[in-house]
C-alpha cells in the first residue's frame, strides 16, 4: 500500500489550513476518488492506497499530481492555492 501526502501553501509559501483536497487516482475503474482537508501545517495524508499516480484537486482546481509506490518514504509535494 502507498502513503500520499499534499501540502498546501499561498504564494508567500505559507500554509493553508482546511483547504479541501481531492485525490483523483489515474487508472482505476471509474475513476476512484478521496476527499480530506489540511491540517494548521497545510498538509493532508492519505494512507493505505494501492500505488499509482493520482491528480491533487486543491477547492476544485487542479493543481499538481503525486505518484508514490510501496517502499517509498511518503512523498510530499507543494501545491498553490490562493
Same mark, same amino acid.
Given at each position: /500500500?502507498?502513503?500520499?501526502? &499534499?501540502? !498546501? !501553501? %499561498? ?12 485525490? @483523483?487516482?489515474? $487508472?482505476?475503474?471509474?475513476? /476512484?476518488? &478521496?476527499?480530506?482537508?489540511? %491540517?494548521?501545517? $497545510?498538509?493532508?495524508?492519505? !494512507?493505505?492506497?494501492?500505488? $499509482?499516480?493520482?491528480?491533487?484537486? !486543491?477547492? $476544485? @482546481?487542479?493543481? +499538481?499530481?503525486? @505518484? ?10 507543494? +501545491?498553490? @492555492?490562493?
Amino acid at each position: /500500500m502507498a502513503s500520499f501526502s &499534499v501540502r !498546501v !501553501v %499561498d504564494d508567500k509559501h505559507k500554509p493553508i489550513q482546511r483547504a479541501h483536497i481531492v485525490l @483523483s487516482f489515474t $487508472g482505476t475503474p471509474r475513476g /476512484m476518488t &478521496v476527499e480530506g482537508y489540511t %491540517d494548521s501545517d $497545510g498538509y493532508a495524508d492519505f !494512507v493505505g492506497y494501492d500505488e $499509482g499516480e493520482a491528480e491533487v484537486f !486543491v477547492s $476544485g @482546481s487542479s493543481s +499538481c499530481a503525486v @505518484s508514490q509506490k510501496p517502499g517509498q518514504d511518503r512523498g510530499r509535494k507543494c +501545491c498553490g @492555492s490562493s
